[in-house]
Nanobody, 127 residues
Framework: QVQLVESGGGSVQAGGSLRLSCAAS????????MGWFRQAPGKEREGVAAIYTGTGSTYYADSVKGRFTISQDAAKNTLYLQMSSLKPEDTAMYYC????????????????????WGQGTQVTVSS
C-alpha cells in the first residue's frame, strides 16, 4: 500500500519561498508519475506540477512555471516542490499524489488519474 505524507507548508509573505516534501512508502520510486495538486476554498483541485520518476520528465502549470520546481530524491523516496516568488493566489492546501506508470505530462495533471494521495499541507501567502 502506497502511503504519502506531505510536510513543509506554512505561512509566508508574498515573494517568499517554501519547500514542500512528500515522503513516500510502500512502493519503489521508479516507474510512477507523481504530482503536486492544490485546492483553495471553494475551488476545484488543480494540478500544479508532475514528474515521471522513470525519466525525470516534468510538467508545470502555466501559473507556476518559472516559480515552482518539482524534484525527487529516489534514495529517500521523497518528492519535493520548491516554491519561490509566492503570490497570495498560491494560497491553498497542497497535496502530493502518485499513480503507477506514466501519465501524460503534456497537460495539467488530472486528479482523477492519480490513485494515491497524501493528507495535504496548508500554504498561506499574505500580501
Amino acid at each position: 500500500q502506497v502511503q504519502l505524507v506531505e510536510s513543509g507548508g506554512g505561512s509566508v509573505q508574498a515573494g517568499g519561498s517554501l519547500r514542500l516534501s512528500c515522503a513516500a512508502s510502500g512502493y519503489t520510486s521508479s516507474g510512477y508519475t507523481m504530482g503536486w495538486f492544490r485546492q483553495a476554498p471553494g475551488k476545484e483541485r488543480e494540478g500544479v506540477a508532475a514528474i515521471y520518476t522513470g525519466t525525470g520528465s516534468t510538467y508545470y502549470a502555466d501559473s507556476v512555471k518559472g516559480r515552482f520546481t518539482i524534484s525527487q530524491d529516489a534514495a529517500k523516496n521523497t518528492l519535493y516542490l520548491q516554491m519561490s516568488s509566492l503570490k497570495p493566489e498560491d494560497t491553498a492546501m497542497y497535496y502530493c499524489a502518485a499513480v503507477r506508470g506514466l501519465v501524460r505530462l503534456s497537460a495539467r495533471p488530472d486528479p482523477q488519474a492519480y490513485n494515491y494521495w497524501g493528507q495535504g499541507t496548508q500554504v498561506t501567502v499574505s500580501s
